[in-house]
């Protein structure tokens, strides 16, 4: 996990019964600091279907973000902006 090189969100169901979720997040936050991570409200293990509104909006406001921090990013076709192809 140290050696992604990709922004990361990690996702964590509230009622997740597998494994302790704070125990994953501080694990999982020691070995990548810039992660995104959270524990999801309303959700298990399968917080797509237990909260599906909740994940896509997550997902895509950390899509949005990412997006932003990315140079040559947000542009139309990945063009970096400013240049010429």
Known sequence: ???LACPVLL????????FDQQAVLRRARRLMPD?????LADAGHDMTFDN?????ARVLRFLK????????RGSPAGEVSGSSV
Do not use: Q, S
Not at 11 to 18: D, I, R
Not at 35 to 39: G, K, M, N, T, V
Not at 65 to 72: K, L, M, N, R
């Open 35 to 39: 992660l995104a991570a959270e524990i």
């Open 11 to 18: 996702l964590v169901g509230a009622y997740e019964a597998a």
């Open 1 to 3: 996990m140290r050696a």
């Open 65 to 72: 973000e990412t997006d932003e921090e990315i140079p040559g």
């Open 52 to 56: 599906p509104r909740a994940v896509n």
